[in-house]
């Protein structure tokens, strides 16, 4: 590795002294301090002083700082005793953090310069750091902006989550498609995480309800193992306030050791209790297929519930004993739990058993104090993704929490009877228990929604669709508990940091930085849209990070692109409903057209370069052929000689935030392109968006409001609308859809066998007949192709005009205020959590 003089910097400086200097301002003070770090707090024989020992160094140069901020926080946290918020999570995307860290605390120059001085460029140092992946898409990256945002906006909250040593698989493209191995971000250690030691809670497993002589019930026998709280400080931008993500870490103690057994040379079944608990996070959703797979996510997620509101409690005694006896019926006003999605649904029994059964409460009091507390936030409405646990399987693991369930959904479906006889036909849909003799399940979503206070959607046209569909008649019941927050994005991590050019520029223009944390004014670029030294500055940061871009393709993939091609992008997990089928039969389609036609008319086509991205569920099979077919028409396409100046097809590996912040600031077309009614928010569609990129879409999710923001001539529409969505079904069984010739045209295409002999008769076959399971064509690929095609013509005669590309894409980062999580997150607090700031002083 070379140096900024060109020499190699394997060894520590010897010019600069290390010295401990938590507060470090100025570079040299923080190059000493980098050293002391790189001497003192060794991970590596001491001789070596390479970049992967630099990123420590500074990481925990940065570290310390951020420890003091964060100590401050917890202590005035403390002091004030506000409200707080704690937003349970089984995901969370955090990516890198050093980039951000020094970012938010605004020390970039001092951190490159300190740097430089050590023979290091800062970005070659943050390339070295591994990203933290403890979740699979959208939802768990919306919680990691959602910290960034409750810590900007210096609000008490916590995120609580697992520490899966493991985080979300990396996946290789070999030959075969896409191959999954196991991600390694704790193989050496992250540096950003502190473990409390005096933070521990036992969280049982499986034993039995024990009935005492007084009636009141206890939860005895089965595992008890421990949950070890590991925090992650989350600065925000441009404050003192430093909140923390726990993580737990499950461990069993030392006398869970059998010595007898292991010296008797029975070595696994000594430890067997240590295994048991080591195996609850080794990974981030282990297959579930099994029965065992079902159990380990089941205690995956209990661990995560109890270990948190264990916690969560112990912090509302700790100040009981400070000024008296505080009261149980006070903790919703200092307490609000807010559960991502139905994964942490068991924190409602859970809750409830500890106010009864370890602290005394009775029913009703116990359920009023839940229910005031807990809050759900629903990301979807595909029935495959709402969760329904088995009871059999609860019961096993859980008694006492399934004890508690039956008595809430009896209590629940008593009301009904006695209040809503117009709803008695309803009843067994709405309870929680679903009794059906060949599969007797509970119903997650139907245990939060009738146990919490708020429900919500996470972009209008989802929370509508809840409202009309899926709770309709919970709507009936309770109508003001329904809510929508619109998903959101922080500025700092998708615009200020991934596009420092373009935010440059942004500044200089609106003549203020505060857009970073007061997004609406970038409303303020509207008037210079038309002004051609914008458009030119515009240009030429788009075309930086293109090449950047270019650069790092060619690097993962070995293809070569042409920067100054229309760079289209579709990044997001590989699911049917996200319809890159629908992308990549266009792709075959243009191919199969610039193939026809003579070298002077492909001239004046419009040069593009498609990139797709994303990983398949490892049994998704569907999904993994979809990943094949992209990697093998990219491998037909950009080796043909009469195309490939003009067409190229490329497959991005391993997608992740790491590599979204490569991709968006160099996107400048990119494709939201679900099936009506199925993409619940979306929220790549929003940092593209903010990125000055286009977006080819359905009216779906979030897409619906951002081209309201960004105005209707800045969005290239296409295809059925929700609504419509059940009508074509229908017609379709009905035998009634005649498809377009360039759909048939492009299948046929595939059939041919141009692209290998990879067989994609069941990929295909999902899209013809009529009806049936994986086939008919569900997700309306064949129905919207016509109009995608015809919006992607458009596209290009779009993209020839310079000027008005440039303008479009100026609007449409002018009008992406909206889409900042700073908006999202000051709703929630308000409307549902009822929390205020509590700036650090
Ligand atoms: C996903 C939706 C996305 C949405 C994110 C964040 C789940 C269950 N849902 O559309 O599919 O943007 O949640 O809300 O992962």
């Known amino acids: 590795m070379a140096n900024a003089n060109g020499k190699a910097a394997t060894s520590l400086p010897e010019k600069i002294s290390a010295k401990a200097n938590p507060e470090a301002n100025e570079a040299t003070e923080i190059a000493g301090n980098i050293i002391y770090h790189a001497k003192y707090s060794?991970?590596?024989?001491?001789?070596?002083?390479?970049?992967?020992?630099?990123?420590?160094?500074?990481?925990?140069?940065?570290?310390?700082?951020?420890?003091?901020?964060?100590?401050?926080?917890?202590?005035?946290?403390?002091?004030?005793?506000?409200?707080?918020?704690?937003?349970?999570?089984?995901?969370?995307?955090?990516?890198?953090?050093?980039?951000?860290?020094?970012?938010?605390?605004?020390?970039?120059?001092?951190?490159?310069?300190?740097?430089?001085?050590?023979?290091?460029?800062?970005?070659?140092?943050?390339?070295?750091?591994?990203?933290?992946?403890?979740?699979?898409?959208?939802?768990?990256?919306?919680?990691?902006?959602?910290?960034?945002?409750?810590?900007?906006?210096?609000?008490?909250?916590?995120?609580?989550?697992?520490?899966?040593r493991h985080g979300l698989f990396k996946q290789i493209i070999t030959k075969k498609g896409q191959e999954e191995i196991p991600e390694d971000w704790l193989e050496k250690f992250s540096p950003w995480e502190i473990v409390r030691h005096d933070v521990v809670f036992p969280v049982r497993f499986f034993g039995k309800v024990q009935i005492n002589p007084d009636g009141s019930r206890k939860w005895v026998g089965g595992d008890v193992v421990q949950a070890l709280a590991y925090d992650v400080p989350i600065p925000g931008y441009n404050t003192k306030n430093t909140i923390s993500l726990r993580l737990w870490e499950a461990k069993a103690r030392a006398e869970d050791l059998d010595l007898f057994q292991f010296n008797e040379g029975e070595y696994e079944l000594a430890a067997q209790l240590h295994s048991r608990a080591q195996q609850i996070c080794t990974v981030l959703y282990p297959g579930d297929a099994?029965?065992?797979?079902?159990?380990?996510?089941?205690?995956?997620?209990?661990?995560?519930?109890?270990?948190?509101?264990?916690?969560?409690?112990?912090?509302?005694?700790?100040?009981?004993?400070?000024?008296?006896?505080?009261?149980?019926?006070?903790?919703?006003?200092?307490?609000?739990?807010?559960?991502?999605?139905?994964?942490?649904?068991?924190a409602i029994p859970e809750l409830m058993r500890l106010l009864m059964d370890d602290n005394g409460l009775g029913w009703d009091e116990a359920w009023d104090v839940t229910s005031r507390t807990v809050a759900y936030t629903n990301h979807t409405v595909l029935p495959e993704a709402l969760e329904k646990w088995s009871q059999s399987l609860m019961w096993k693991l859980l008694p006492r929490h399934m004890e508690i369930i039956e008595e809430i959904d009896k209590r629940f479906v008593q009301t009904i009877r006695d209040t809503r006889v117009d709803l008695e036909d309803k009843i067994s849909s709405l309870s929680i228990l679903d009794n059906n003799p060949q599969k007797p399940v509970v119903r997650m979503a139907n245990l939060c929604v009738v146990s919490s206070h708020t429900v919500n959607g996470v972009a209008q046209l989802h929370s509508d669709i809840l409202k009309a569909e899926l709770f309709a008649d919970y709507v009936s019941i309770w109508p003001n508990k329904f809510q929508n927050k619109t998903n959101g994005i922080t500025p700092r991590r998708w615009l200020r940091f991934c596009s420092p050019e373009l935010s440059d520029i942004i500044t200089k223009w609106l003549k203020t930085d505060k857009w970073i944390t007061d997004l609406d004014l970038l409303t303020g670029l509207r008037q210079f849209a038309d002004n051609e030294e914008l458009q030119s500055e515009w240009a030429s940061a788009k075309t930086a990070n293109k090449k950047r871009l270019a650069q790092y393709i060619e690097r993962v993939t070995g293809v070569s692109i042409d920067p100054t091609s229309l760079f289209d992008i579709q990044v997001k997990r590989i699911h049917e409903y996200k319809r890159q089928l629908m992308n990549i039969l266009g792709v075959i389609y243009r191919f199969k057209k610039l193939k026809e036609m003579k070298p002077e008319e492909r001239k004046k086509t419009v040069p593009r370069t498609v990139m797709i991205g994303g990983k398949a569920f490892a049994t998704y099979t569907n999904a993994k052929r979809i990943v094949k077919l992209v990697n093998d028409v990219g491998d037909v396409v950009n080796s043909d000689p009469e195309v490939n100046e003009y067409l190229k097809v490329v497959f991005v590996p391993n997608y992740n935030v790491t590599v979204a912040e490569m991709l968006i600031p160099g996107s400048e077309l990119s494709q939201h392109i679900s099936t009506a009614g199925m993409e619940a928010s979306g929220t790549s569609n929003m940092k593209f968006a903010l990125n000055g990129c286009l977006i080819i879409g359905t009216l779906d999710g979030a897409n619906v409001e951002i081209r309201e923001e960004v105005g209707e001539e800045n969005f290239f529409l296409f295809g059925a609308t929700a609504d419509q969505v059940p009508r074509l079904r229908k017609e379709r069984e009905d035998g009634l859809f005649k498809p377009d010739p360039r759909f048939e045209e492009a299948k046929q295409f595939v059939k041919s066998g141009v692209f290998g002999s990879y067989d994609y008769g069941p990929l295909l076959d999902s899209l013809e007949g009529n009806t049936g399971f994986g086939r008919g064509d569900y997700f309306l690929v064949g129905y919207d192709f016509p109009s995608y095609m015809d919006a992607q013509a458009k596209v290009d005669e779009a993209y020839k005009d310079r000027k008005g590309w440039l303008k479009m894409s100026i609007l449409s980062t002018a009008g992406s205020g909206k889409f900042s999580s700073d908006r999202t997150i000051a709703q929630y607090a308000k409307e549902i959590w009822n929390i205020e700031a509590c700036p650090v002083p």
């Open 42 to 164: 060794p991970h590596f024989s001491p001789l070596k002083f390479g970049p992967e020992q630099a990123l420590y160094a500074t990481a925990e140069s940065l570290r310390d700082r951020l420890i003091q901020l964060w100590n401050e926080t917890y202590v005035h946290f403390n002091k004030v005793d506000p409200k707080q918020t704690y937003y349970l999570s089984m995901e969370y995307l955090q990516g890198r953090a050093l980039t951000n860290a020094i970012g938010n605390l605004n020390l970039q120059g001092p951190y490159a310069d300190a740097l430089r001085k050590l023979g290091y460029e800062l970005e070659e140092i943050a390339e070295q750091e591994k990203d933290a992946a403890l979740g699979n898409g959208g939802l768990g990256r919306l919680a990691s902006c959602f910290l960034d945002s409750m810590a900007t906006l210096n609000l008490p909250a916590w995120g609580y989550g697992l520490r899966y």
């Open 290 to 346: 099994t029965e065992n797979g079902k159990l380990l996510r089941l205690k995956q997620q209990f661990f995560l519930c109890s270990a948190s509101l264990q916690d969560i409690i112990s912090r509302f005694h700790e100040r009981s004993t400070a000024e008296g006896s505080r009261k149980w019926s006070d903790f919703p006003s200092k307490v609000a739990v807010q559960m991502n999605d139905t994964h942490p649904t068991l």
